[in-house]
């Protein structure tokens, strides 16, 4: 019955095993379930395959898990580019993909869908990213902000080259400007824009897809932003415009200025009764560069030719926390060309067609950046005339006068204090900032050759009444602001604080 003798002895020397029945013979021991079955045939089979499922379900559960991006194939494009996109991420975009391209070079191996964080968002030149319903509010609740509501297609990458982006903000009627300086920047830009009503913003909607469509610079470098105050936000979504096929690429004025001539009498007077918030517009544009740097500025003030590479060649041998490095500006005669370089700027001073930024208007302005001194280099027998002829950013001198008034433009780590968004209008709305950063102990650098300017020679009768009636009222705010500060730092350097013990 159990075969041969010789099999018969080896299997009764093993302690667990289990006699084999002869072919034909159901195996009684695979019906049992305790340990001695491992002599069983086909329950070594079923053993196996079970481990087998188990492990297999651990691996694809682990790469489920890690593959929380991965889209299915009839997925549409454009919903992928959207889930896989978030407004926040664009400042470390491309160093993400880096590090995923070797890992998905090894995953493309074990799966055709390929986990990916981070994607780049298409470029949509014809509608805004937001839900006007929705948005950031502001401390007060008076303003609600939207950032990268149209992001250029070269943005992200362009944020990782430069150490320094260039921030802007506009109203509507003055976004006209950003043409020349986005041509004379060659950096990334981050554009806030303030909107108030329907009307308005159908108007920048047409007016940004005029933009991207004839400027090669503003449709590959800006983040545009969005402003809206909440006693008139725009009711409308945003939605695709076309413009006629037809459009004059070579007049971005006359175009703004044809569009804005749909706007109601009503809506004009509101905006002429209501303040523009200024400081709102310039935390919006700073934070939502991506650079280490920011260069705020107003968006009529014009960057000088090689500005960008120039600045960010100098960036990269400083590290200085607490140093804002200040552009000079200069007030350009409307019937001058752009001067190529300082030479030519300092030429055109001489014969009146330049001067420094509100001289005739405020001086103190300006004043502290002392000029005198920064037009000394351009002299051939001048230790740093060789830096003007070729263009290198050096330190011209320090800022040793300063005074509460000063309003320079600078460059500066995206760490500086914020613009105070009580002073709203005209008047302590850059200088209370710049006053608490040099309470804070920031040292303020002239640099040479560089420089930005401002058409039109500017005069006190062609400054309109309301601006003076914006200036007292921000004057009274700025009696709270002044202690706020001597508390925050406990110091006064400039004896704006009476009566300290």
């Not at 998905?104 to 986990?115: G, K, L, N």
Request: charged share 25%.
């Amino acid at each position: 019955m159990y075969g041969a003798r010789g099999q018969r002895q080896r299997l009764a020397r093993t302690d667990f095993a289990i006699r084999l029945p002869p072919r034909g013979e159901v195996c009684l021991a695979c019906q049992h379930t305790s340990m001695v079955q491992f002599g069983c045939r086909p329950w070594n089979l079923s053993l196996t395959s079970v481990v087998i499922l188990a492990l297999s379900n651990m691996v694809l559960t682990f790469l489920l898990l890690q593959s929380e991006t991965c889209i299915p194939d009839d997925v549409p494009r454009d919903l992928e580019a959207i889930n896989a996109m978030t407004e926040w991420n664009l400042g470390t975009l491309i160093k993400e993909q880096q590090q995923q391209q070797q890992q998905q070079q090894q995953q493309q191996q074990q799966s055709d869908c390929v986990t990916q964080d981070y994607q780049p968002r298409p470029v949509d030149a014809s509608s805004l990213k937001l839900n006007i319903n929705l948005g950031r509010w502001d401390a007060r609740r008076l303003f609600r902000t939207f950032d990268h509501v149209l992001v250029g297609s070269s943005f992200a990458d362009l944020s990782q080259v430069y150490r320094v982006c260039l921030a802007t903000q506009s109203s509507v009627e003055k976004l006209h400007s950003v043409v020349q300086a986005a041509h004379h920047w060659t950096g990334p830009m981050s554009v806030a824009l303030y909107v108030a009503g329907d009307e308005e913003f159908e108007v920048v909607q047409k007016y940004l897809v005029y933009l991207r469509k004839c400027y090669e610079p503003i449709r590959e470098r800006i983040a545009f932003s969005l402003a809206v105050p909440r006693v008139r936000p725009p009711k409308k979504q945003p939605r695709d415009y076309e413009l006629p096929e037809a459009v004059d690429c070579a007049k971005p004025e006359a175009t703004l200025n044809e569009m804005m001539n749909g706007i109601s009498n009503e809506q004009t007077n509101w905006r002429i009764r209501n303040v523009y918030p200024q400081n709102h517009m310039r935390n919006l544009a700073r934070k939502n560069c991506q650079s280490d740097y920011v260069f705020l500025t107003d968006v009529d003030i014009v960057p000088s030719f090689n500005l960008t590479g120039a600045l960010d060649e100098f960036l990269r041998t400083e590290n200085c926390d607490k140093c804002a490095y200040v552009i000079p500006t200069y007030e350009l005669d409307s019937r001058v060309r752009f001067p190529q370089n300082k030479t030519e700027l300092v030429r055109l001073a001489r014969k009146g067609l330049a001067r420094p930024f509100h001289q005739k208007v405020f001086i103190h302005n300006q004043f502290a950046t002392n000029f005198t001194r920064w037009i000394l280099d351009t002299a051939l027998n001048h230790r740093h005339f060789g830096n003007v002829k070729s263009g290198k950013v050096y330190i011209s001198h320090d800022v040793t006068n300063f005074e509460f008034l000063y309003e320079p433009f600078y460059v500066a780590k995206d760490i500086v204090p914020p613009h105070d968004e009580r002073f709203m209008g005209y008047g302590y709305t850059r200088n209370t900032q710049v006053y608490e950063m040099f309470v804070a102990g920031y040292q303020f650098k002239v640099l040479s050759p560089v420089f930005t300017g401002h058409w039109g020679l500017q005069t006190r009768k062609t400054r309109p009444a309301w601006r003076e009636r914006q200036n007292s009222a921000n004057r009274k705010h700025f009696e709270t602001f002044k202690k706020e500060v001597f508390a925050r730092y406990m110091r006064d350097p400039l004896k704006m604080i009476k009566n300290i013990k």
